[in-house]
DNA sequence: GCGCGGAATGTAAGCGCTTACATAATTCTC
DNA sequence: GAGAATTATGTAAGCGCTTACATTCCGCGC
């Protein structure tokens, strides 16, 4: 009578087969994997053929659970299907996995709740380490990730009272300068469309970016038409509508990112003006679909990919050693394509 | 002299601290998280008491290691940064997050050999089950899954004759459809832009379609002017310019997906060709981006949020029980938006 | 009141790895 | 070439959970 044989999953190959089939114990094998110079190179072939021929991976809870180290690095964004996000992610986990780093990524979809929630999610998953966007959320996530000894960065912003590591870049003062680029040449009247400001220290940025410009003009600052609204854009294209109902209206709609901007864009086509000849558009990150559209966008580009990958050397270097916190502030450019003109000649 | 007390992480608490200060053993601790019925009713009320009270939540390693279960899965998609995916992915990842899985997500870059490493790293990290688009990869990868009884499924593509769990839609088919209006409408001269068929079943898919089409209106299949380019916009934007080089042009520009349609809706403006008067263009997958250019895109929508949440369930279910392997159809719908046009009368 | 059966709970053995510590092997010093 | 210093390896104790199995509890029929 044949032995019984059902058929069922293969059991991965463990530490311990390794370790048997190289001749050497658990600790040795394991050090190879974690510690290679503390081998002797002649123990190390040896241990490596057999992780090659055995296909071995280390068991991830295993490892996680002796070494009280995961290996995960943890990512909470605004949002993730806004192209916004996505290069500076890119960038961040490219950096992570060249150290055998995995990224977790979470949305808060712009909610402070949410956003704490993901967080906890996140240290329960047992991130070593967090990515963050701006400065605003709720003080309980940095107590908790404080308490718990858990690095982080916030990226996208950069505000030096701050007790944080960051990465990122002043989104005021990069809208002050296209904005004062703009009245440079010679516009007078601002519209101003921003996501919502409230929970939103980029946001703020910007159209305080604005406002400073105007008064750096001698304008009052006060004067600024501006309309908070979603991000998204049917929600700038709306916008767009009623800054154009004011009168006198706005000979130029400045606006806090490029999909809004885009929206702007196409209302300004479906009500037959031409930008920028009768209006013009400015954006504000520099996504892919700035070029896309039609006129292209004038917008600020941002480092993203820099930021990501400059994040994931500072935050692993904090999470292996004590390291004091830094500060840096990467540049943004602004890219001047059709959408920004002279204002119309009367 | 004080006690020396260092400053230092606070350890989370265990699974041990909630049994005591609920006055239970761990094993009913445990039963209350993972089997709460299986706990008289007056137990459950203490200890989830105690767990408020301590913040506690469960170590992951621990658990996965215990339970040889990490409820994570993993996602497998060619990029990121292309919208396309992002609808599926939430959605999927909100169906796992209510069953408190959380998804892990790699991206392939449209690539077989990395796609291959990716899963193996998804396996690695103890995925319990994966999500993959399309069927074409490497035979090594069913293996591995098969092997290791890791349950799977395909999404974004049908294929009766395959043995895998699918949910997807039929690119041909759609296409077809589209292809057909398209003719009905009078066209005689289609040019397709179509990205790498080479290791994609779904471009694969979408160019047979149209090839099918032109039979059913009984013209020559062979005679389509086809470009194959990759999947960026600019690359859409050279392919229309090509297509546009032919003598006699076609009347209308059909695309495999909307990004390389914005890139051909660009090349247009720039080269004064009016849309859809002068020339008709479609897209495929219906992104944000197809209601943002101008003119609107006339497009395929695909079903993609339907597609992640019946995969999470179909998933979720394999991994709890055997469940047979099953395929899912699901619609996809014409978005006529104004690309579309009659074609010029000469 | 006794014994029985099922429900509720406890006991304790791992899960596959890391790492402090102990031990063995090698190299160096003079 | 003996002993110290150094390097390489082995031993074994957990890491924080889950779960098979053992035990206790309780209500019930008679």
Same mark, same amino acid.
């Given at each position: 009578?044949?032995?019984?044989t059902p058929i069922?999953?293969?059991?991965?190959p463990?530490?311990?087969?390794? +370790?048997?089939?190289?001749?050497?114990?658990?600790a040795?094998?394991?050090?190879?994997?974690n510690?290679?110079?503390q081998?002797?190179e002649?123990t190390?072939?040896?241990?490596?053929d057999?992780?090659? #021929?055995?296909?071995?991976?280390?068991n991830?809870g295993?490892?996680a659970?002796? +070494?009280?180290?995961?290996?995960?690095?943890g990512?909470?964004?605004?949002t993730m %299907?806004n192209?916004?996000?996505a290069?500076?992610?890119?960038?961040?986990?490219?950096?992570?996995?060249?150290?055998?780093i995995?990224?977790?990524v979470?949305a808060?979809?712009y909610?402070? %709740?949410?956003?704490e929630?993901?967080?906890?999610?996140?240290?329960?998953?047992?991130?070593?380490?967090?990515?963050?966007i701006? *400065?605003d959320?709720? /003080?309980?996530?940095?107590?908790?990730?404080?308490?718990r000894?858990?690095p982080?960065i916030v990226?996208?912003?950069?505000d030096p009272t701050?007790?944080h590591?960051s990465?990122g870049?002043?989104?005021k003062?990069a809208?002050r300068?296209?904005?004062?680029k703009v009245?440079?040449?010679?516009h007078?009247?601002?519209?101003?469309? #921003? +996501?919502?400001?409230?929970?939103?220290?980029?946001?703020?940025?910007?159209?305080?970016g604005?406002?400073a410009?105007m008064?750096?003009h001698g304008l009052?600052?006060a004067?600024?038409?501006s309309? /908070?609204?979603?991000?998204t854009?049917?929600a =700038?294209?709306q916008?767009?509508?009623?800054?154009?109902?004011l009168?006198?209206?706005? #000979?130029?709609?400045?606006?806090?990112? %490029?999909?809004?901007?885009?929206?702007?864009?196409?209302?300004?086509?479906?009500?037959g003006?031409?930008?920028?000849?009768?209006?013009?558009?400015t954006?504000?990150?520099d996504?892919?679909?700035? /070029?896309?559209?039609?006129p292209?966008?004038?917008?600020? *580009?941002? @480092?993203?990919?820099?930021? =990501?990958?400059?994040? +994931?050397?500072v935050l692993?270097a904090?999470r292996n050693? %004590?390291?004091?916190?830094?500060?840096?502030?990467l540049? #943004?450019?602004?890219k001047?394509r059709s959408?920004?003109? @002279? @204002?119309?000649?009367q």
């Amino acid at each position: 009578m044949p032995e019984e044989t059902p058929i069922r999953p293969a059991e991965p190959p463990k530490l311990e087969d390794v +370790a048997t089939l190289a001749g050497v114990s658990t600790a040795t094998v394991s050090r190879c994997l974690n510690a290679p110079d503390q081998v002797a190179e002649k123990t190390r072939a040896r241990v490596q053929d057999a992780v090659r #021929t055995l296909g071995y991976a280390p068991n991830f809870g295993a490892q996680a659970l002796a +070494a009280k180290r995961t290996n995960t690095f943890g990512a909470v964004v605004p949002t993730m %299907d806004n192209a916004i996000f996505a290069g500076a992610l890119q960038a961040f986990q490219e950096e992570l996995e060249k150290n055998g780093i995995t990224l977790l990524v979470a949305a808060s979809t712009y909610s402070r %709740d949410l956003e704490e929630d993901k967080i906890r999610t996140l240290i329960a998953r047992g991130a070593d380490a967090l990515l963050l966007i701006g *400065h605003d959320r709720k /003080e309980e996530c940095y107590e908790l990730l404080t308490r718990r000894g858990i690095p982080y960065i916030v990226t996208w912003a950069h505000d030096p009272t701050k007790p944080h590591r960051s990465v990122g870049f002043d989104n005021k003062v990069a809208m002050r300068a296209l904005a004062n680029k703009v009245l440079d040449l010679g516009h007078q009247r601002i519209g101003m469309i #921003t +996501a919502e400001t409230k929970e939103n220290d980029r946001a703020r940025g910007r159209l305080e970016g604005v406002r400073a410009a105007m008064a750096d003009h001698g304008l009052n600052s006060a004067d600024l038409s501006s309309v /908070e609204t979603q991000y998204t854009a049917p929600a =700038g294209a709306q916008a767009f509508r009623n800054l154009m109902e004011l009168n006198p209206r706005p #000979t130029v709609v400045m606006c806090g990112n %490029d999909v809004m901007a885009a929206g702007a864009l196409r209302a300004a086509a479906d009500m037959g003006l031409k930008v920028p000849q009768d209006v013009s558009v400015t954006g504000f990150d520099d996504i892919d679909l700035a /070029e896309i559209v039609t006129p292209a966008l004038t917008t600020i *580009h941002v @480092p993203d990919q820099g930021m =990501g990958r400059h994040a +994931a050397r500072v935050l692993i270097a904090a999470r292996n050693e %004590d390291t004091p916190i830094e500060k840096e502030t990467l540049e #943004t450019t602004i890219k001047w394509r059709s959408s920004l003109g @002279p @204002p119309p000649t009367q």
